[in-house]
């Protein structure tokens, strides 16, 4: 819960009587400690913001009811995951025990979160600290804990000018757009026991029948004075309002787990009663279905590929080489499926594999500016095509241009459209591939992507 949530039932919205900021963090410089709940005073790139302690911790761990819990428990995120650093890829491991939902892990957000959570040295202890300051304070009413260090952070804010004051006051945090990971990991696996899937290869040895589920209500009717019941639904409100982004820490997928049987049934013949939700922990004399507001729920930037084509392998070496330059940090690489035409138009599918048509992303930092570099797996259409390599600096929602770039591709038959890129960019430059072969012979995969690589440097140079 957020100053400015409304709820109309169930259904979250927001209130914007405020003024809504896109701000980058410095440092920070003092705590007032003037009222109940501490407030924590920053240097910003658009002067000083003063954000609540509570709010802050809402937006960096209070997603859910869960981690909640675990930040007022002297066990804090052990009790719910432990982690090990010693294998490739790193494991995060949910006891056999844990209550800690599976839906909660199923987007790549929330997932990267909570291994932002447990493998982040600043993020363990800012998040110890909320039980340190509990323990110490049995009887205050008082919020205050030791947040991590927001230098190089970009927050969205929802915030009050103070005219008698340089200072704005927060009201709201609405995202945070940018958070760099004080350590970098890449390929995390998140092992819980009750990730399922269904087994339906040949020969299983147990046929099991799928089972039928009795009818539940999918709308209940929130009421604050019901109290929700052991094994009753969970209504999840999964609010798209707020996203944490993570850099530095990628490629968090969860282990593919148990089989199970196949998907219940519900019950023919009887429709669904109408059921209450309440807030709080389920008890046994609950009858409610227990109502769960869950952030940083929204939809991926994109889907990533599972399986990668050899081109991928290509680019990937050609941009870790640009990111051993002086000057130039590669932030990740990434292979992802462009997303399903709006249009009807079908020439994204029309690829050698059969599968959807790819994209490679490399983000880079340069002098504290975001650059991509943006290629479309055309050679692997039927017939292939040629598109340059895009090197792109984004206007300011970078996750909506980019999703908007990647859409307008597919809906245009696989062609970028270079207006429609620029009206979304601060700068743009499409790279032309290297040529394969000249008139004596073909030209070797090693020589190609070095040739590939000095090109796309002396496109880079112009950030330097």
Known sequence: MAIGYQFDNTKRSVKNEYEIKNVSFIKQLSVDTSLPHYRYLFETDQGAVKIPAFELARALFFHNRHLTKAAYSANGLTEL??????????????????????????????RTHFA??????????????????????????????????????????????????????VKRIESILHAPATEKFYGVEIIHPK????????????????????????APELDLGEVPGFG???????????????????GVFLAEGQPKAGKQKLSNGTQSKSEKAGVGPPAKEGNAQEFDPTLN??????????????????????????????GIKLESVKCGEFPVPTNGNKAILKTKDGKCLRFFIATFEIKANKIIILEADTT??????????????????????????IQNFADRGAQWETKFIEERALYCKSCRHPRIKNKDRIFTEEEYKETWFLKLKSEMGVFL
């Open 116 to 169: 932002w959570l447990i493998l982040d040295p600043e993020a363990r202890k800012s998040f110890f600290s909320i039980y340190q300051f509990f323990r110490e304070n049995p009887e205050s009413v008082s919020f205050n804990f030791s947040p991590p260090s927001l230098k190089g952070w970009r927050l969205k804010l929802a915030i009050v000018k103070d005219e008698s004051s340089s200072v704005s006051e």
């Open 232 to 250: 009753k639904r969970r209504h999840i409100d999964r609010t798209s309002h707020f996203s944490f982004n993570i850099s530095g820490i990628d």
């Open 380 to 405: 692997s259409l039927e017939p292939a095509k040629g598109s340059g390599t895009l090197i792109l600096g984004l206007k300011e929602d970078a996750t909506k241009h980019f999703k908007e770039i």
């Open 195 to 218: 990730k399922k899937f269904i087994d339906e290869s040949e020969g299983s040895h147990v046929q099991r029948k799928p089972g039928k589920a009795p009818p539940v209500d999918i």
């Open 81 to 110: 995951a432990i982690s090990d650093e010693t294998v490739s890829p790193v494991k995060i491991i949910f006891p056999k025990s844990t209550s800690y939902p599976v839906s909660n892990l199923t987007l790549k957000k929330a």
């Open 297 to 326: 729920q929204n939809n991926d930037d994109f889907k990533e590929a599972a399986e990668l084509p050899h081109k991928f392998l290509m680019f990937e070496k050609v941009v870790k080489d640009l990111g051993n330059l002086s």
